[in-house]
C-alpha cells in the first residue's frame, strides 16, 4: 500500500491563496511551498511584494520560492536580488529562458555566485538540464524544476525523462535538487519518488486528495456507484 510515510521525497505545496498556504504550512508532511506569477493572478493578489512579504511574515522557516518576472535579464536580477534580500528561507525562481527564447544560464551563474539560493524553472528537456548544469558553478541552493506534468499534457510519459534528469543530477548532489512541477495526480507523487527526485511540488486539491490513500477499492466503487445514484434522483431524472 503507498504511504506518505514510506516516502523519500519532500512535498512543497503550491499556490497562492493565502489562507490555504498557511493551512498547508501547519502539515507534518509539507516540508517547502512554492507559487507563481500565474497562480497569483488566479489567486486575486494585486500587489506582488505586499503578498509575498505578507506570507513571509508568518512563514518563516520553511523554503518557500517567489518568481521574478521581468523579460530582460539584468531587471530580472535586480528582481532576483530583491527578492533575496526578503528572507533566509526564500528561493527566487528564475525561468529557463526569457520569452525571446534566450536561455538565462549567464544570469543563474551570477546569481548563484552572488549567493542566491535559485529555483530554476519552466525546464522540459533533458538538454536543458544538461547546458544549465554544465553552466552553473557548483553553489549550494539550486533546485532544478522540471514540469513533468506538463510534459505529460502533450502524451509523452515524464518518468524516463526524470529518471535521466535524476541521473544528471545526481553528480551534483551536494549542492542540487531535482523538483517534479506541475503533477496532475496523486500517483505521480510517488513516481517522482521511484525517479529519486528529490522535490515535488502539489497543488492544494491534489494534497486534500491524499486522504484517499489505502482506501479499499471496492469500498470506493459503492461510493462512486451511490455518488451516481443519489446526483440523478436529486434533481429528478426520469427516462
Known amino acids: 500500500m503507498s504511504t506518505l510515510s514510506n516516502l523519500d521525497i519532500k512535498i512543497y505545496a503550491?499556490?497562492?491563496?493565502?489562507?490555504?498556504m498557511l493551512e498547508m504550512a501547519k502539515r507534518e508532511y509539507?516540508?517547502?511551498l512554492t507559487t507563481n506569477p500565474t497562480l497569483m493572478k488566479k489567486a486575486?493578489?494585486?500587489?506582488?511584494?505586499?503578498?509575498?512579504k505578507d506570507i513571509l511574515s508568518e512563514i518563516k522557516e520553511l523554503p518557500i520560492s517567489f518568481e521574478v518576472f521581468a523579460d530582460e535579464f539584468e531587471?530580472?536580477?535586480?528582481?532576483?536580488?530583491?527578492?533575496?534580500?526578503?528572507?533566509?528561507?526564500?528561493?527566487?525562481?528564475?525561468?529557463?529562458?526569457?520569452?525571446?527564447?534566450q536561455y538565462s544560464y549567464e544570469l543563474i551563474n551570477d546569481l548563484t555566485n552572488a549567493g542566491v539560493k535559485l529555483n530554476v524553472t519552466a525546464i522540459f528537456t533533458q538538454k536543458q538540464v544538461e547546458e544549465l548544469l554544465k553552466n552553473t558553478e557548483k553553489t549550494k541552493g539550486l533546485v532544478v524544476s522540471v514540469f513533468a506534468g506538463r510534459i505529460a499534457d502533450t502524451g509523452v510519459d515524464p518518468v524516463p525523462l526524470m529518471s535521466k534528469c535524476k541521473q544528471l543530477t545526481k553528480n551534483h548532489s551536494d549542492y542540487t535538487e531535482l523538483l517534479w512541477a506541475s503533477p496532475r495526480e496523486v500517483l505521480n507523487i510517488f513516481q517522482a519518488n521511484e525517479c529519486g527526485c528529490d522535490i515535488i511540488t502539489v497543488s492544494g486539491d491534489i494534497l486534500n486528495k491524499l486522504k484517499l490513500l489505502g482506501k479499499d477499492l471496492e469500498d470506493f466503487s459503492n461510493e462512486t456507484v451511490k455518488m451516481f445514484y443519489?446526483?440523478?434522483t436529486s434533481v429528478g431524472y426520469t427516462i
Not at 530580472?76 to 525571446?100: D, F
Open 75 to 101: 531587471e530580472m536580477k535586480r528582481q532576483a536580488l530583491e527578492i533575496k534580500s526578503w528572507g533566509n528561507n526564500v528561493y527566487v525562481k528564475i525561468p529557463i529562458m526569457n520569452t525571446k527564447k
Open 230 to 232: 443519489n446526483d440523478a
Open 14 to 20: 503550491d499556490g497562492a491563496d493565502k489562507a490555504e
Open 44 to 52: 486575486g493578489v494585486k500587489d506582488y511584494v505586499s503578498f509575498c
Open 30 to 32: 509539507i516540508q517547502g
